[in-house]
């Protein structure tokens, strides 16, 4: 008996070891269409006012973005101050952006199309979250150059935590 334990603890031990513990993602370095790429919240919290970033990414392989759509969630409150959205590069370079609010829809209109192999991260200040419910989840589409055609590039979805 103590044998099959012995025979199992290390079985466990070594699968543990062996079994890479990443997540699962596919590589979306050479794809052909921007999309979504992350989001995160700060604070991590519900009662404040929150920071909603949205990440997104136009691939090598994409065309130039000339605008970004935001849909709002309508369970979120915000000031509808475009000031208080902020668009920067990954590496922390401000965008130069024209920042336009129609009720739940904001329209981000880049001066210079954003070039392929950019990760752009999107600032929405002063959020007001639902307390209950289900998070906010926001839909992100994009104007490409050369195209009239609106793009959905993904969602963002948030957590409300307990």
Do not use: C
């Not at 006012?49 to 000339?66: D, M």
């Amino acid at each position: 008996m103590n044998k099959v334990l012995i025979y199992v603890a290390i079985s466990t031990l070594a699968a543990a070891l062996l079994i890479p513990a990443n997540d699962a993602s596919a590589n979306e370095e050479d794809g052909n269409i921007p999309h979504v790429d992350g989001n995160s919240q700060f604070p991590q919290t519900r009662w404040s006012a929150v920071r909603h970033t949205l990440r997104v990414h136009v691939p090598k392989n994409s065309k130039s973005v000339s605008q970004l759509k935001i849909q709002v969630p309508n369970t979120v409150r915000w000031s509808d101050n475009t000031n208080d959205v902020v668009i920067n590069e990954k590496n922390g370079r401000k965008i130069n952006t024209n920042v336009s609010v129609n009720g739940k829809t904001i329209l981000l209109a880049f001066a210079e199309p954003i070039v392929p192999n950019t990760k752009l991260e999107i600032d929405i200040k002063n959020v007001k979250q639902p307390f209950l419910g289900n998070g906010p989840v926001y839909h992100l589409s994009a104007n490409l150059v050369g195209t009239n055609a609106e793009i959905p590039i993904g969602v963002a979805r948030f957590r409300i935590n307990p």
